[in-house]
């Protein structure tokens, strides 16, 4: 069973900047497909950016030149570096990846952009 962990998430203040880590556990598999989904309150879950194994990239249009999605170098690692953070990405924001056709989800780090 594929584990999820993030990290990073918090409050900051519009134009800030933040980092969010997730790693997989419980598979000697490479995953090929790893992203980032979020949910706002009252809102559907979507797509934030999504990276394959082999680097090809997929981004939301609301965060295409702020958000930067990437492999870490230890197996089944992404990070999203988020810049320019405006207060409409506020949201819970979930790790995902894709293995064998199966999807598995992170617990969720919220990500809070105020003054």
């Known amino acids: 069973q594929v584990q999820l962990v993030e990290s990073g998430g918090g409050l900051v203040q519009p134009g800030g900047s933040l980092r969010l880590s997730c790693a997989a556990s419980?598979?000697?598999?490479?995953?090929?497909?790893m992203g980032w989904y979020r949910q706002a309150p009252g809102k559907q879950r979507e797509l934030v950016a999504v990276?394959?194994?082999?680097?090809?990239?997929n981004y939301a249009d609301s965060v295409k030149g702020r958000f930067t999605v990437s492999r870490g170098n230890a197996k089944n690692t992404v990070y999203l570096q988020m810049n320019s953070l405006k207060p409409m990405d506020t949201a819970v924001y979930y790790c995902?990846?894709?293995?064998?056709?199966?999807?598995?989800w992170g617990q969720g780090t919220q990500v809070t952009v105020s003054s």
């Open positions: 995902n990846a894709v293995l064998f056709n199966s999807q598995y």
């Open positions: 419980g598979t000697w598999f490479s995953i090929n497909d």
């Open positions: 990276i394959t194994s082999g680097g090809s990239t």
